[in-house]
């Protein structure tokens, strides 16, 4: 090869990297678990849920709980987790949400495929009630949600299963953590990625 298609090769390489990490980061979304441990991330001392990692997922277990982000000033943004629940289990992603034990103040997409609570996945409990089971249990799926003011979206792989602007003063959670439920005794949630791309 001559010296000038090898400099050509080399600078195709550079633009095809530069493309690649371009793609890669155009999302804007940060990792927020790393697949190994539970830093960035803390428990109510008074909850009584098990939270570790196994086979690089977050793994809830035992009695109700929450896990929380250490931050607490996440506000308009995109929030988007892969889960799977067991069956008759019953679980939540909540955001906007206070550091309180049993169930904290702040707004919660369900995470319910074949448990006891009739809200299944995709709902934005007590506002928005979806009865149908859009995932099996334990099977893997990904839920978004988007909170941008009053204006809050809940995707179930893809498809739109909240599209509503909260208007009871009570629900009206502007600023808090991000935090992963564990509910009924005997459930159990898993989550292998949780992501957050912050809205300005």
């Known amino acids: 090869m001559t010296f000038q298609l090898r400099a050509l090769a080399a600078l195709s390489l550079i633009g095809l990297a530069g493309a690649a990490s371009a793609q890669d980061n155009s999302e804007g979304f940060v990792q927020l678990f790393n697949g190994k441990d539970l830093k960035g991330w803390k428990t109510h001392p008074d909850d009584k849920a098990k939270w570790e990692v196994a086979d690089g997922a977050i793994k809830g277990s035992g009695p109700a709980g929450h896990l929380f982000t250490e931050r607490d000033d996440f506000t308009d943004l995109v929030y988007r987790i892969e889960a799977k629940i067991s069956d008759k289990g019953n679980s939540g992603q909540y955001f906007r ?87 009924d005794p005997g459930s159990t949630v898993w989550v292998r990625k949780v992501e957050v791309k912050e809205l300005k």
Do not use: C, M, R
Request: proline share 6%; charged share 20%.
């Open 97 to 183: 949400v206070k550091y309180a034990k049993a169930f904290p103040p702040g707004f919660e997409a369900q995470i319910n495929s074949t448990g006891s609570d009739k809200v299944k996945t995709g709902s934005l409990y007590n506002v928005v009630k979806v009865f149908d089971i859009l995932v099996p249990p334990d099977t893997w799926f990904t839920q978004e949600v988007t909170a941008k003011g009053n204006h809050i979206i809940i995707k179930v792989n893809g498809k739109v299963t909240v599209d509503t602007k909260v208007t009871d003063p009570k629900f009206n959670f502007t600023k808090g953590h991000l935090a992963i439920q564990q509910h």
